[in-house]
Each structure stands twice: as C-alpha cells, then as structure tokens.
DNA sequence: ATAAATAATTGTAATGATTACAATTATATT
DNA sequence: AATATAATTGTAATCATTACAATTATTTAT
C-alpha cells in the first residue's frame, strides 16, 4: 500500500500537482509511491525493474516523463553524484548527500544550505544549492577493519 | 606555449606524475596544458574539438584516458553538475561552484569544506566534498533588466 | 450522452557520451 | 639491438536518455 514515509504527504503532493495543472494519473502515482517507500536515491532503472513487476505494461519512457514532470515542479530532486547514474529524490528539503565509494548506498545528512552566501555570489541569483561528499560509510569501515 | 595561470604549476604536476610513475606523454601534456589555459571546466568534446585542430591525429579516446589517468593521480577534478555532460577542472583545492541556467558558464567561489563536519556523519570517512549551485549569473540578470 | 480537444502513455528508433578491447606505436630496460 | 612495458588509437559495443509519432485516457464543449 501507500507511503509509509509520509514526507511531502499525499495531500501536499496532490495538492502541488492540481495547482500545477498536472493529472495524477495511475502511472505517476505509482512512481511517487515507490519514491516515497524507497527513499534510497532510485535511479529510473531501479524504479523501472521494481514497478514492472506489478505494473509490466509500464514503460521507461513513462518513468522518465513522469520524473521529469515531478522535477519541474518541485516534488522530485536529482542527484548527480555520479557521472554515469543520476538519481532522484523525493526528499525536496534542503539537505546533504554522502555516497559510500564502497557499499554504494546514499546517506542524507541534515545541513542549512540556504543561509550559505558568499560575497563572491553577490548579485548572483542562487535558485538550487547541492552538497555532497564521498567515501567510506560506517558500516563498510567497519567491516573492513573486521577483516584483517 | 604552456599555461598562464600556473595554478597547479608545471613543476608540481610533473612531480606528481613522476611519483605515481605516468608518464608525461606529448598528448596528456597538451591536455593538461588547455585545462592549466581554459579554466573554464571544459568538457571532453570541447577539449577535443580545441586540441583537435593542432593534432588532428589526437582521438577522443586518448583524452578520456588521460582524464581518467589525471582524476586518479588527483590533478584534475570530474564536476557533475548536469546529468547530461562531465566537466573537467584543474583546480583541485576545495571550492565551490556555480553554474548559471542562462549562459552556461560555471563559476568557482571560495568555501571551506574540509572544515564541514556533522554528527551525523561520524565514523565516515569522507574522502571528497562538493558543493555547487545553481541559478543566474550576475551579467545575465543585468541583460534580463535590461530587456524589459 | 456524444463528439472534439487535450493530456498521458507507450514503443521505436535515434542520439550521444562513455567504455571495452584489440592493434599499433612509442618509450624504457636489458 | 632485442624485449618488455606503457601510451595511443580506432572500432565497435554499451547504455542512458531523448525525439517523435501512434495510441489511449480524460476533459470539455455541444
Ligand atoms: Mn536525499
Ligand atoms: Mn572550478
Ligand atoms: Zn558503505
Ligand atoms: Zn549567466
């Protein structure tokens, strides 16, 4: 069923989409579902392959239609961490990214970017602020120390 | 001939190349000296299509090597803003960047984030920070005020 | 309710960046 | 000079993303 992670809630969501004039459609709320349950940074593959199972008339084109939509909007955030992978985020509030180089996974990590200025910006219009880091996660380190 | 802005200078970048015995080849010299003279985080194809003209036997493979070779020595930094194009910069200390939806070009600013540290990520080990914005750029919201 | 207009979805094919890999050339070692 | 190692190249493959036209669903007007 729905979302567990309630984090922009359905009623936001929906309430965003009329205002925008977007539908919500079957296909998008599927989308939106698996977002808000896997808050792990899908990439289009993943949600593809994961709602496929279900949904198997579903097309990646959808998918990408539909992020892209969520994208214009603001409900949906893009991560590029990488160069060969970018990933989405339903999580829209300010906040940081750490990817573990090993395991792979993409932690969140609370930090006000808003408030960041800078003389050298003065003048400058800042309308999207992105910070992340990279390395070894906890766990992995532990892990490794574990085997030597 | 060579750079202007020495930022990483000759010296230091042979030194570096030296210790991790690469070898500093005619065409990773060429490569290194249009990122030292174009500082502008220049993708592959435009430091193809620019180096191209001198050395027209110079393939575009021969720079994703030498890119890569560079990346993992640490002499040259892969930028990940827009998921559809990898951008190179030489200048490898800890700085920010601003990419400006209107004309393009991407701007450093001062930041310290080797000094950025949450609870959050405690027994991380972080390896690499970045942080970009997005937006407009001073001269292009001039040019918009001018227009209307 | 029906017809016309608009929006959503799909599939296919195209694009374009990046990589894999084998062949060639240059440099270093013996 | 012969051999080993590293660098470079070109071709073809891969893979994510987009363009676009065809189909289906939903809204709006009649
Ligand atoms: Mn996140
Ligand atoms: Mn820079
Ligand atoms: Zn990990
Ligand atoms: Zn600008």
Redesign the interface.
């Given at each position: 069923m729905g979302c567990d992670v309630m984090n922009p809630t359905f009623g936001f969501v929906t309430n965003q989409l009329k205002k925008h004039n977007i539908r919500l459609s079957n296909r998008r709320l599927k989308v939106l579902e698996y977002l808000c349950n896997n808050q792990n940074h899908p990439t289009v593959d993943q949600i593809y392959v994961n709602l496929h199972k279900d949904v198997p008339t579903l097309s990646k084109t959808t998918i990408y239609n539909t992020l892209h939509t969520l994208v214009e909007v603001g409900l949906v955030r893009?991560i590029?961490?990488?160069?060969n992978e970018?990933r989405y985020d339903i999580l829209t509030e300010d906040h940081?990214h750490?990817k573990?180089?090993s395991c792979g996974k993409i932690?969140n990590?609370?930090?006000d970017l808003d408030s960041?200025t800078?003389y050298?910006?003065?003048?400058?219009?800042?309308?999207?602020?992105?910070?992340?880091?990279?390395?070894?996660?906890?766990r992995c380190?532990l892990n490794i120390n574990k085997n030597y």
């Open positions: 893009v590029n961490i990488e160069d970018t940081g750490f573990c180089d932690f990590f609370n930090v960041f800078t050298e910006l003065s003048g400058f219009r800042i309308m999207d602020r992105n910070l992340y880091f990279k390395g070894i996660c906890q380190l």
